[in-house]
């Protein structure tokens, strides 16, 4: 989008792309849909001869009724094929959306999303793609139907008298021209309307997973109050659109009637001194009206561009936004590497924040080696692991897995190569199986293999429904040691040579603790793995200990060197335990 | 027609507003069938030949007027649909939120969010149609026909009967079709509310199926979600569209065969053929809101069958209907919490038998035991998120169920395992607690939660953004803030439901410090397992299926109690 005035002209050329491998649907509509739209204007037209020429003393046979009956089955018939044609090609265009969003979404997470609000994220991959199907059900074919049609009743008109035609000529450009005059308000106030649209979703979103501290701290009122604007301030939104698509309805009416009024009188001239019949002049008075029914079809639509437009450039903006992490050079890696992770020289801010989170960070963690990062909130441990895993990437510095520069790997390809077990573990909303396999095709007994070393089968089992058990949402319905539980059997399962830890027993009972940390200690065997640590107990299983201090390696060694050389190392392992 | 009582109930207070809509619609009605009546006279005196120039000039002017007062007409239509669907839709949505919370957490955590979130907005979007385009529509189109049938009858009793079918045809066809269009709407509606709780899920857990090398897994389940809700439209749109065939053939019946008919009758000189130009634009004006009623009926289908989720949603359950009282007397000061042989259970699981407990004034509390013995439910039944199946909860000797909900939330705050962290800044998030603190209020709060000192590291302070869910926050950030929201908030009845991700570590000592500052004068409840946090409890009640094994101190207990050394043991073990 360069400048304003292409803004619509883009979206069109860039949805139209969408269209092109349903070409030959596409054809089959624009016949259907013509002669869905043309059997009105001619029956119109037939009646309204017969009615001039009984007018004029004619006498007609009763094979002209059955015709009109014939017609009106046709009508019905075309109608159908009309609307499944189109909508058929308008729907399997909108399912593409949908999964090019997520895919735009899985390509984007998590770098990209942590300023997103996934309500949002919803509203445009649910309502605003919905809202397509307006193009291209409804705009697409009509919009060339609403030229040609109106074009040959014209010349149809221009063969009873050209006067007639002339009449209806300007009146037809001035309605075409009144959305025009009103594109740039339409856009600004169809944008609006969809992005409140979108916080309705939001709000509700948030309301609902936070309400136990929403009634916990008796924000009850205040939260619905806040529902109430969000809801008002979309539908004052609303209001402003339709007030706006009120003068624009009053225009068009005005110009399709004086259209008809115009035929009216001058055909009654061309009448009056003999140069039409009586017949011809009846068709002209009905057709000067029936002419405008495609483009009031495409006109209603018209009023709706606004909203179109804006949906259209909220999924484009997704679909084309970059993600921080750059793939560009990166191929995609089927082999194993070597687990022998290097970290050279790294430095990486988040962005829109002005502090390093590690600041020239390098270290080594050798094939099979156990390193434990330690250091105070906000020191950068979490960021190292997440940088591992390509969730980012350093601003300066180099990192490897194998010897292999990240930057040259893609991201599906290094995280083939980790298994992690992280602070917050996401169950999906789903049954338990389901869950311990993520998509991955494990056999049962593999699965209750992972989950016994992961001391949580006999758990699972001892529900009612065993393994095919929903997960309640966000996991709420399992505690905090069972949840994590389930994510080491995934990480066992996935069985990969590299493993990280996050803070992996800081939210557990005592009881699932020691659990815990037997399964984790079968994880642990023959792995490299970075352990990013709070408990004493979890660093003792490490060979070797990182201390990180405001985003810089402080100080390096094995358990026994740090408690005897450093005074802060103490500090910091009296504060951790 | 498509008029059912239960669905009229969902716009209760818009009834005159609708009624105001259906008044403008039925005028437009009017003014439309005058524009064309005057189109017909005046095609009368053209085609007689006697016409003089003024009555040309008082047709046009006539004809002029109409059009402006039919256009004036549309634009304020046009505002008015939106400020009545505005009306109807921002009521139900209000009406719908409190709702949500009249049924309570506990109906929310097996997985329903993502559903009544898409009601929220989607569905209600969907049914304002219903009644500020449909309703409307069909009324004054029911009354524009009667007048018109009866012109029709009037001037012939065939063409009256033949327009009467094609009318009644429209008007009825559909609902031979209901039955047929419901199961596959409702089918619809869904599959699209499944598709939209199925992203909400997965976006929010997309770094976690990255991790796992899950995408193109998950992709292949988006697309089959979407791939369903297009071969459901389209069967949908298959069973609608054949009726739609129908009451076009129906209308057309109506409109082109009457005329015909009537061009033929008057060719035999049946009817007098002055008449017939009015009949054919009578016909046509009258038949124009007929085929675009057939199109506002779709519209108007969409409708009733989101109604019936959103009816649906209104019917559930309302768990946290416990507090009955809409206002009562001020307690003075809350010295107790009372638990009189409280039972409870989900579905038919009894988790807590015979709960007896009493939580006094300047005492913390502990409550230990293994997971699944009832702890979590205990605080649920304290905050009134459940009501007991017997036994009650009393504070000082009020029944909770005699008080209003408003007092009782005053009296009450939690920190909850995972809190919940509002979209906004942290300030924001922080303010929850007590909304007109000051800032130093704030600031205080946040160093007796030692909490401040992260905050102030970061680039904004107090004005970070947490990000959705605050996702930029550890479960001990979050637990902290959550706790500096309480020490805002100041309210007699405290409790910490496994605090001990905020309480771990070095802040260990600072908070429980900060917490036996605070327990002066207050009760606190803490449902936890550290030792070190359970030590200086006061009094420690440890659960064991469901009953109240046994209760004392922390030195007491460990040397009496062999469950609680048990549960003592397995943490140490693993700490130091």
């Known amino acids: ?577 | 027609m498509l008029i059912n009582f239960k669905i009229l109930s969902l716009a209760i207070g818009s009834y005159k507003p609708i009624a105001k809509k259906t008044a403008i619609q039925f005028f437009i009605w009017c003014i439309n069938a005058g524009h064309y009546l005057c189109i017909a006279f005046f095609l009368r005196e053209i085609l007689n030949g006697k016409i003089k120039q003024n009555t040309i000039f008082t047709y046009i002017g006539v004809i002029i007027f109409l059009i402006i007062l039919n256009a004036l007409l549309g634009k304020y239509d046009s505002y008015f649909d939106a400020k009545l669907g505005s009306l109807i839709k921002t009521d139900l949505r209000i009406k719908l939120f409190k709702k949500i919370f009249d049924i309570g957490p506990s109906y929310f955590n097996s997985g329903n969010t993502g559903h009544v979130s898409t009601i929220m907005s989607s569905y209600v979007e969907a049914l304002a149609p219903y009644f500020s385009t449909y309703l409307p529509h069909l009324i004054s189109t029911v009354l524009g026909s009667v007048i018109l049938v009866t012109y029709l009858f009037y001037v012939n009793t065939l063409i009256g009967i033949v327009s009467l079918i094609g009318i009644l045809g429209v008007l009825s066809l559909p609902n031979f079709w209901i039955k047929l269009m419901k199961e596959r709407g409702n089918e619809d509606w869904k599959k699209y509310s499944d598709l939209s709780a199925h992203l909400l899920d997965v976006f929010q857990g997309m770094e976690t199926i990255k991790s796992f090398n899950a995408s193109s897994n998950i992709r292949q389940e988006v697309i089959n979600k979407s791939l369903a809700i297009h071969k459901n439209t389209m069967e949908h749109l298959a069973v609608s569209q054949i009726e739609s065939g129908f009451l076009q053939f129906s209308a057309a019946i109506g409109s082109s065969f009457a005329v015909a008919l009537t061009a033929f009758l008057a060719s035999n000189g049946t009817i007098e053929s002055h008449r017939i130009f009015i009949i054919l634009f009578l016909i046509s004006s009258c038949f124009s809101p007929i085929f675009s009623l057939i199109n506002t009926w779709h519209l108007g289908f969409r409708g009733v069958s989101a109604s019936n989720f959103i009816l649906k949603l209104l019917k559930v359950k309302e768990e946290m209907k416990i507090f009955t009282a809409s206002k009562t007397k001020a307690i003075e000061k809350v010295q107790k919490i009372k638990m009189e042989n409280v039972s409870f259970g989900y579905e038919s699981k009894c988790v807590l038998k015979d709960v007896n407990l009493i939580f006094d004034r300047n005492k913390i509390t502990a409550i230990v035991g293994k997971s699944g013995e009832g702890k979590s439910t205990l605080i649920n039944l304290i905050m009134g998120f459940v009501t007991p199946w017997t036994g009650k909860i009393f504070i000082n000797d009020c029944p909770i169920e005699n008080l209003s909900e408003e007092l009782y939330r005053s009296k009450i705050s939690v920190v909850w395992q995972d809190p919940y962290m509002f979209y906004g800044t942290i300030m924001e998030n922080i303010l929850i607690g007590n909304p007109n603190a000051s800032k130093e209020e704030v600031e205080r709060a946040a160093k007796n939660a030692k909490i401040h000192d992260y905050i102030m590291s970061l680039p904004n302070g107090y004005n970070s953004f947490v990000g959705e869910r605050g996702m930029t926050l550890s479960g001990g950030q979050k637990q902290r803030i959550s706790l500096a929201r309480c020490f805002l908030k100041d309210s007699p009845i405290i409790i910490l439901d496994e605090p001990s991700s905020a309480l771990d570590g070095k802040n260990e000592s600072y908070v429980q410090d900060a917490l036996k500052k605070i327990s002066k004068d207050k009760i606190v409840l803490i449902v936890s397992h550290k030792s070190q946090t359970v030590s200086f409890a006061d009094s420690i009640v440890v659960l064991k299926g469901g009953k109240v094994h046994s209760q004392g101190t922390h030195s007491e207990l460990l040397n009496t109690n062999l469950l609680y050394c048990d549960l003592m043991k397995n943490q140490e073990e693993h700490s130091a």
């Open chain 1, 1 to 577: 989008m360069k400048k304003y005035n292409n803004y619509r002209l883009f979206y069109v050329v860039k949805l139209l792309t969408y269209v092109k491998e349903f070409i030959w649907e596409m054809v089959l509509y624009l016949i259907c849909g013509g002669i869905y739209r043309i059997i009105p204007i001619v029956s119109a037209a037939l009646t309204a001869y017969m009615i001039g020429h009984v007018g004029s003393g004619g006498t007609i046979e009763a094979g002209f009724i059955i015709l009109i009956a014939v017609i009106a089955a046709l009508r019905g018939i075309f109608s159908y094929l009309d609307c499944m044609i189109s909508h058929d090609i308008a729907y399997r265009i909108l399912s593409k959306f949908r999964v090019l969003l997520f895919e735009a979404i899985e390509r984007l997470s998590p770098s990209n999303l942590s300023t997103k609000r996934t309500g949002k994220l919803i509203s445009t991959t649910m309502n605003d793609v919905e809202l397509l199907e307006w193009f291209y059900a409804h705009v697409v074919g009509v919009f060339l139907l609403s030229i040609i049609i109106p074009i040959g009743t014209i010349a149809f008109l221009w063969n009873i008298h050209p006067f007639i035609a002339v009449a209806v000529i300007p009146w037809v450009c001035i309605v075409i021209f009144i959305p025009q005059i009103f594109k740039k308000k339409a856009d600004i106030q169809g944008n609006e309307v969809r992005d409140k649209h979108s916080d309705i979703k939001a709000v509700s979103v948030d309301g609902i997973q936070g309400l136990k501290d929403i009634i916990a701290f008796n924000w009850k009122d205040s939260y619905i109050n806040k529902f109430k604007v969000t809801a008002s301030e979309y539908e004052d939104a609303n209001i402003r659109y339709s007030k706006r698509k009120g003068t624009e309805v009053f225009f068009i009416r005005i110009f399709i009637a004086m259209s008809m009024l115009s035929v009216l009188v001058t055909s009654a001239a061309l009448f009056s001194n003999g140069l039409i019949t009586i017949e011809w002049y009846m068709v002209a008075v009905i057709l000067s009206g029936a002419i405008f029914a495609p483009i009031s079809e495409i006109m209603s639509m018209s009023s709706q561009f606004g909203l179109i437009f804006s949906s259209a450039k909220r999924v484009d903006d997704i679909l084309k936004e970059k993600s921080y992490v750059n793939e560009e050079n990166a191929k995609s890696y089927n082999i194993i590497l070597e687990p022998v992770v290097q970290f050279e020289n790294v430095t990486f801010r988040y962005p829109g924040q002005d502090k390093n989170a590690l600041n020239n960070v390098s270290f080594t963690v050798k094939a099979g080696e156990k390193i434990a990062i330690i250091g105070s909130s906000g020191a950068g441990k979490t960021t190292c692991g997440k940088l591992l895993m390509k969730f980012w990437q350093p601003d300066e510095g180099r990192i490897s897995i194998g010897g292999v520069d990240l930057q040259d790997i893609d991201g599906e390809s290094v995280r083939r190569q980790i298994s992690t077990v992280s602070q917050d573990v996401y169950l999906l909303r789903r049954s338990i199986k389901d869950n311990i396999k993520l998509g991955h095709n494990y056999s049962d007994q593999e699965i209750f293999t992972a989950a016994n070393k992961a001391s949580i089968h006999e758990l699972i089992s001892s529900l009612p429904d065993g393994y095919d058990t929903k997960v309640g949402e966000r996991g709420t319905k399992l505690s905090g040691g069972e949840k994590q539980r389930i994510s080491i059997a995934r990480a066992l399962l996935k069985d990969a040579s590299i493993l990280i830890l996050d803070e992996s027993s800081s939210n557990l009972d005592s009881i699932n603790e020691k659990i815990v940390n037997e399964s984790l200690i079968t994880l642990m065997e023959d792995k490299t793995t970075i352990v990013i640590a709070h408990n004493l107990s979890t660093i003792k299983l490490c060979d070797r200990i990182l201390v990180l201090e405001n985003g810089s390696v402080a100080e390096e060694g094995t358990l026994k060197e740090l408690m005897n050389s450093s005074k802060s190392f103490k500090q910091i392992i009296n504060k951790v335990s």
